[in-house]
Antibody, heavy 121, light 110 residues
Framework: QVQLQESGPGLVKPSETLSLTCTVS?????????WGWIRQAPGKGLEWIGN???????YYNPSLKSRVTISVDSTKNQFSLRLSSVTAAGTAVYYC??????????????WGQGTLVTVSS | QSVLTQPPSASGTPGQRVTISCSGS????????VNWYQHLPGTAPRLLIY???QRPSGIPDRFSGSKSGTSASLAISGLQSEDEADYYC???????????FGTGTKVTVL
């Protein structure tokens, strides 16, 4: 059974870069599927950030594209999120997830538990 | 602003049927399949429906989905107290070249 776990700093200063890692167990990232990041700000709905395939193919939310980088480290079976120039609007619970099918447009069936990141000085 | 619009709230008594709508456009729902998620506070979202009407393994058949044109809907029949949660539709948007979530609907069991 595939399992995902987010990790990273829970507090980031405004204008700095938010960095999170998702560690995958029970499945090799190098095998297939797309691996994504989704977030939920307090009192708001779910927002898709982007996804990546182990081949390096990526898709990003157009509203965040200029500040987002998602990368894969197959040797560690991890993928990561970097969001630069964060503001208070970046305060959210960040989830990593895997698609249900090996397509970039597929639903997300497997999720991590989420990690709260607060942007504050 | 999400491109998929849902009613902010829905409610029903135990045993009733509740339906949630999701309105989009030709670039998302009109041309792609719809997925539905259940989200309880403090937990990871759970995929309820994929490909507009299919249930993943383990999802009760009380949950059903449908799509027509640029709209989709999720129905919960035999409403139970544990169904009280937030529900989101989602789909790929060809114009945005990204995955979009709906605005979310809070379901309350009266």
């Amino acid at each position: 059974q595939v399992q995902l776990q987010e990790s990273g700093p829970g507090l980031v200063k405004p204008s700095e870069t938010l960095s999170l890692t998702c560690t995958v167990s029970g499945y090799s990232i190098s095998s297939d599927y797309y691996w994504g990041w989704i977030r939920q700000a307090p009192g708001k709905g779910l927002e898709w950030i982007g996804n990546i395939h182990h081949s390096g193919n990526t898709y990003y939310n157009p509203s965040l594209k200029s500040r987002v980088t998602i990368s894969v480290d197959s040797t560690k079976n991890q993928f990561s999120l970097r969001l630069s120039s964060v503001t208070a609007a970046g305060t959210a619970v960040y989830y990593c997830a895997r698609t249900q099918r090996p397509n970039f447009y597929s639903a997300y069936e497997h999720w991590g538990q989420g990690t709260l990141v607060t942007v504050s000085s | 602003q999400s491109v998929l619009t849902q009613p902010p709230s829905a409610s029903g008594t135990p045993g009733q049927r509740v339906t949630i709508s999701c309105s989009g456009s030709t670039s998302n729902i009109g041309g792609n399949t719809v997925n539905w998620y259940q989200h309880l506070p403090g937990t990871a979202p759970r995929l309820l429906i994929y490909s507009s009407s299919q249930r993943p393994s383990g999802i009760p058949d009380r949950f059903s989905g449908s799509k027509s044109g640029t709209s989709a809907s999720l129905a919960i029949s035999g409403l139970q107290s544990e169904d009280e949660a937030d529900y989101y539709c989602a789909a790929w948007d060809d114009s945005l070249n990204g995955y979009v979530f709906g605005t979310g609907t809070k379901v309350t069991v009266l």
